[in-house]
């Protein structure tokens, strides 16, 4: 039997994507939809501008948008997807988990606590274990697990593959999709025939997100790896897709051939919305590329390409789709981790 889910902040960017995950899903059934105040009491065809590039579920599009609020959600829902902006997320998604429910969040809020797992399935499901600290320490019969930066996401699977060989040193810059900022975050006459390098808070979450993935959890503790990560971003005038460009020390000596294996052999999972291969490498020097690897592993996958030895370590150009692997789809991933260990 499907496991019933709602959706927090279901109306927005993040929100519509995952509606057009969850309606087709063979585990999950879409059974709650929250926004804000101003959209409670519509349904969501009223209260969701839908901008996604499939039709809106018919079933879902006649559902009641209801107030974010614990009291408001039916208490046999088991889990939550949160998208809502990260203010609105600090003071509620707690507020659900004391209410017993589990919460699969992409908001920013609470991604760096320490008894909070943040966490890529195919790179660190260890850290789901974290959950019974943060049950312990909190009082909650629910649970809150979050998933990275959509920019984080994209090159931490790629440093996952070459672990082994020592990271030291990591240099990261971007160029991000405008949907990063969601439908009203860049308007045209910014970014068209432009470039902006400037995101604020972004750099950060990458240089600390990252640590926080590739570190080890002991089952009490969480120590977060030591390398140094210094990334740059930049808004470019793309509708979906981050591309990255990548420079990496290693300790041991890491040839472009073997990173290049590291990463087409760097396992999946068995979850459903797991893409095989993980890493998908190019040898074609000017792939990846948004328009046209974005979509590679139905949104999920990870594109790789142009790896070269450089003064500054092995370089590559790295790509992920960041609304569906960088944000609703890593949720919903997220979900079915949460599923398969019995949290649900
Ligand atoms: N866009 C991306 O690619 C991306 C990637 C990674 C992470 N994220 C993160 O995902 C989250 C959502 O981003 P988004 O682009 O989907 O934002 P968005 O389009 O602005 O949508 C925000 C959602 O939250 C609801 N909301 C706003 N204020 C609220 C309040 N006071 N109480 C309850 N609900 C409220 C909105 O409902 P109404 O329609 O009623 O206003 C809407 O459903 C953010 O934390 C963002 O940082 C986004």
């Known amino acids: 039997m499907a496991v019933r889910v709602g959706v927090l902040g279901a109306t927005g960017a993040v929100g519509q994507r995952l509606i057009q995950l969850l309606d087709p899903h063979p585990e999950f059934e879409i059974a709650a939809l929250t926004a804000s105040d101003a959209s409670a009491g519509k349904t969501y065809r009223q209260a969701a501008k839908w901008r996604v590039d499939s039709p809106i579920p018919a079933d879902v599009a006649e559902m009641t948008v209801t107030a974010t609020d614990p ?23 707690p507020a659900f988990c004391e209410a017993g429910y589990v919460v699969s969040s992409n908001s920013s809020n609470g991604r760096m606590d320490d008894d909070i797992p943040l966490v890529i399935p195919e790179v660190n499901a260890d850290h789901l274990d974290l959950l019974e600290v943060q049950r312990d ?15 984080t996401i994209t090159f931490v699977p790629t440093l996952a593959a070459l672990t082994d060989y020592g990271l030291e040193k990591v240099h990261v810059s971007t160029l991000q999709a405008v949907s990063g900022a969601g439908y009203d975050g860049v308007t045209s006459m910014e970014i068209i025939d432009n470039a902006i390098p400037y995101i604020g808070g972004e750099e950060d979450k990458l240089e600390t997100e990252s640590r926080k993935l590739l570190g080890e959890f002991d089952g009490a503790e969480l120590s977060h790896n030591g390398m140094d990560v210094a990334a740059s971003c930049n808004r470019i005038p793309t509708i979906d897709g981050h591309l990255e460009n990548v420079w990496v020390e290693t300790e041991e000596e890491l040839t472009t051939d073997a990173a290049a294996e590291a990463m087409r052999e760097y396992p999946s999972l068995d979850l459903r919305s797991s893409p095989d291969p993980l890493i998908h490498v190019f040898e074609e020097p000017d792939r990846p590329q948004p328009r046209m690897d974005r979509t590679l592993g139905d949104g999920m996958a990870i594109a790789a390409g142009g790896l070269q030895a450089s003064p500054f370590g092995l370089q590559y150009n790295c790509l992920a789709h960041n609304t569906i692997r960088g944000a609703a789809g890593a949720s919903v991933l997220n979900g079915e981790l949460l599923l398969e260990n019995g949290y649900l």
Not at 137 to 151: F, L
């Open 71 to 93: 009291d408001e959600v039916p208490s046999d829902v088991d889990m939550l997807f949160s998208s809502l902006p990260s203010s609105v997320g600090a003071d509620v998604e």
């Open 137 to 151: 320490e909190r009082g909650w019969d629910g649970a809150m697990v979050k998933n990275p930066n959509c920019s």
